[in-house]
């Protein structure tokens, strides 16, 4: 069975950081891009970071460009997201996912996560 389940997210203060995990199985995941989407109460899913299978290629939104940094380990099949800067509003649930190729289209993506909750405290 495909397995990618986040791990890693907390409660941390204004400022601080966190580095999510997700350990991946169950797929082919070195032909697969990876991604980290978010979804906070009252707002829409919102990709954060991906990183693409065929050059290694990462994307980043606006709104953690530089504070962000998304890295694959193939040979642990694991996933990372580093997390810089933090503020209230990246207050979300975090999913790992995966994907033909990289996309800001949540339905784009084929498998998901169970996620895990970043709370950053004002």
């Known amino acids: 069975d495909v397995q990618l389940q986040a791990s890693g997210g907390g409660l941390v203060q204004t400022g601080g950081s966190l580095r999510l995990s997700c350990a991946a199985s169950?797929?082919?995941?070195?032909?697969?891009?990876i991604a980290w989407f978010r979804q906070a109460p009252g707002k829409e899913r919102e990709g954060v970071s991906c990183?693409?299978?065929?050059?290694?290629?990462?994307h980043y939104p606006d709104s953690v460009k530089g504070r962000f940094t998304i890295s694959s380990d193939n040979a642990k099949s694991t996933v990372y997201l580093q997390m810089n800067s933090l503020k209230p509003e990246d207050t979300a649930v975090y999913y790992c996912v995966a994907g033909s190729f990289c996309t800001w289209y949540s339905y784009g993506m084929e498998y998901w996560g169970k996620g895990t909750q970043v709370t950053v405290s004002s």
């Open positions: 169950g797929f082919a995941f070195d032909d697969y891009a």
């Open positions: 990183i693409s299978s065929s050059d290694g290629r990462t």
